[in-house]
C-alpha cells in the first residue's frame, strides 16, 4: 500500500486503535503528539505541541500523503470553562483550519476528519439519523464541529484538498473510559441499575470497525468530497446493553424496572437530567451510505466488540 498518513490524537482510545489498524493494514503511520511522553519516544512520533490556530505542522506533514484528524477538546459534563464554546472552537475549529491548510500547501492529498453524531442533533424520533439531515448542534462541542466541517468545506473548494468526513456515535472498545467503563464497572461489582424499563435504540461504534471504516475513506475514490455516519450493524436498547454486558462480563445485572417518568423527575431534581436524558432517548444512525458508496462493511459484530471490549476489562482488573 505505501501511503504515508498522519494521525492527531493518536495516543487517546480511539488513536491508539486507528494507528494499530492501519499500520497492520500497510500504511505508514506518523503519530502526532501533543508533548513528549514520558516513556520512549514512540516510533515515527512527531511532537507538534499544543493544537491550536498557530501550531506549526511543517515538520509533522514532511512526506505525509494523507491526515487522520482525531485529535479534538471533547465533550466533558459540567464543563468549567467561563466561554465552553470560545476553548472548544479554539482547538476544534481553529486548529483543524490551521492543520487542513498547511496539509493543503503541503500538496497533501486527502484529510479524513473525524467530526461528531452530535452535528445532527442529541436524539432520534421516529426517524434515524442521515446525511441529509439539516444540522442541529444543541452543545457548544457539536456546534464547533459543525463550524470545522465548513470550514473544512470551504478550504477543498478553494485548494483542492479532499476533505471526507465522519459522524460516529458512541465508542466503544478496550481502553474505553468514562460513562461505558463505569457501566461496565457497575455491572461488574453488581450494583442495581434503574434501567430495565428503558425500550430505547441506540446506536453504537466498535472502535476497531471505526478504524476499518477511516481505512476505506482513505483509500476509496468515491470517499472525497463525502460525509458519512457510520455506526455498527445493529442498534440495542440501554437495557439490552446492559444485559449482553453482563453476559460477557459473567455477571447477571441487577436491572431494576424503574418507570423513565421517575427517574427523569429525580435526575432533574439532582441535576442530572441530561446524563438521564441520554440513557432513555434514542439516537439511530443510518450507515447506509458509506456501506453503499465506499462497498463498506463492518468486519467485526455488535456482540464481538461487545466481548472484545469485556475482555479488556477483565483483563485490567486482574492486573
Known amino acids: 500500500m505505501n501511503q504515508n498518513v498522519l494521525v492527531t490524537g493518536a495516543t487517546g482510545f ?4 486507528v494507528c494499530q489498524h492501519l499500520k497492520n ?3 505508514e503511520v506518523r503519530k502526532a503528539l501533543r508533548k513528549l511522553p514520558e516513556a520512549e519516544m ?3 512520533a512527531q511532537v507538534v505541541g499544543d493544537i491550536n490556530g498557530n501550531t506549526d505542522w511543517s515538520q509533522a506533514l514532511a512526506g505525509v500523503d494523507s491526515i487522520v484528524h482525531l485529535a479534538a477538546r471533547v465533550h466533558v459534563m459540567n464543563d468549567a470553562a467561563a466561554d465552553p464554546l470560545s476553548e472548544f472552537r479554539k482547538i476544534n475549529v481553529d486548529g483543524t483550519v490551521n492543520l487542513a491548510q498547511q496539509a493543503a500547501k503541503a500538496n497533501i492529498r486527502r484529510f479524513v476528519f473525524i467530526s ?3 452535528v445532527n442533533g442529541e436524539k432520534t424520533e421516529g426517524k434515524n439519523f442521515t446525511e441529509n439531515d439539516v444540522p442541529a448542534p444543541q452543545d457548544p462541542y457539536g456546534i464547533s464541529k459543525l463550524e470545522a466541517e465548513q470550514a473544512l468545506q470551504e478550504i477543498a473548494r ?11 456515535p458512541l465508542m466503544y472498545g478496550p481502553r474505553v473510559k468514562a460513562n461505558f467503563y463505569s457501566l461496565m464497572n457497575t455491572i461488574y461489582r453488581g450494583w442495581p441499575l434503574p434501567l430495565g424499563s428503558i425500550q430505547n435504540q441506540r446506536s453504537l461504534l466498535y472502535v476497531d470497525t ?9 483509500l476509496h475514490p468515491n470517499a472525497n468530497g463525502k460525509t458519512y455516519l457510520v455506526s455498527d450493524n445493529e442498534s440495542v436498547s440501554t437495557s439490552d446493553l446492559v444485559t449482553r454486558l453482563g453476559y460477557f462480563l459473567q455477571r ?3 436491572l431494576l424496572n424503574v418507570p423513565v417518568s421517575w427517574m427523569k423527575l429525580g435526575a432533574k431534581c439532582l441535576g442530572k437530567g441530561a446524563v438521564v436524558d441520554r440513557l432513555t432517548s434514542s439516537l439511530v444512525v443510518d450507515s447506509s451510505k458509506i456501506r453503499r458508496e465506499l462497498n463498506w462493511s463492518s468486519p467485526y459484530s ?16 486482574s492486573q
Not at 303 to 313: A, P, V
Request: glycine share 8%.
Open 302 to 317: 455488535f456482540d464481538l466488540g461487545i466481548q472484545k471490549t469485556t475482555e479488556w476489562f477483565l483483563t485490567s482488573k
Open 210 to 218: 471505526f478504524a476499518d471504516a477511516i481505512k476505506a475513506c482513505l
Open 14 to 17: 480511539v488513536g491508539r486503535a
Open 252 to 254: 447477571s445485572p441487577r
Open 25 to 27: 493494514s500497510g500504511f
Open 116 to 118: 461528531s453524531i452530535k
Open 158 to 168: 478553494q485548494t483542492g484538498l479532499e476533505i471526507v468526513i465522519l459522524r460516529p
Open 42 to 44: 514512540p516510533e515515527s
